[in-house]
């Protein structure tokens, strides 16, 4: 049986929770759209899938292999890793435009990076990044 043979009822859409930021891209190709938003709602969908976002997850947690991986990873093996590991990146209009944050999500998942312990590693580096800006006294942060 062929291994690329998914049942797509069992994967989880992440076009589902992705509405407003595939809105937010389509909108961008006619105006401008602060990327902020775009980061904020990419953050969203990612809260809703996982309960964690990229801010969450160190870089340096992933190895050689798995930075290789994901820096050739083009549309057609990114739907092929994410089906296997149980989500589908595409929506009505094709391959989703963040396809290549939500694998690096799913790669994560699978590597196991995505708990509490990781998670404030991450956001004491950034308070500590933040802190060492010059003219900055304070961070504050939403918990």
């Not at 049986?1 to 190709?29: E, G, P, V, Y």
């Not at 953050?43 to 309960?51: D, E, F, I, L």
């Not at 930075?67 to 094709?94: C, S």
Request: hydrophobic share 45%; with cysteine.
């Amino acid at each position: 049986m062929s291994t690329i043979a998914f049942d797509q009822f069992a994967l989880t859409r992440i076009a589902d929770f992705a509405r407003t930021l595939s809105r937010l891209h389509k909108t961008s190709r006619t105006r401008a759209i602060d990327d902020d938003q775009i980061d904020r709602a990419f953050n969203a969908v990612c809260q809703s899938v996982w309960g964690y976002t990229t801010d969450d997850i160190s870089d340096e947690l992933f190895s050689d292999a798995d930075h290789a991986f994901l820096d050739t990873l083009d549309e057609a093996q990114a739907r092929i890793f994410a089906a296997e590991q149980g989500y589908d990146l595409v929506d009505d209009n094709g391959m989703l435009t963040d396809w290549w944050g939500f694998c690096w999500m799913i790669l994560a998942e699978k590597r196991g990076l995505l708990t509490p312990e990781n998670r404030a590693a991450a956001r004491a580096a950034i308070e500590e990044k933040y802190l060492a800006a010059p003219n900055v006294i304070g961070v504050i942060v939403g918990r």
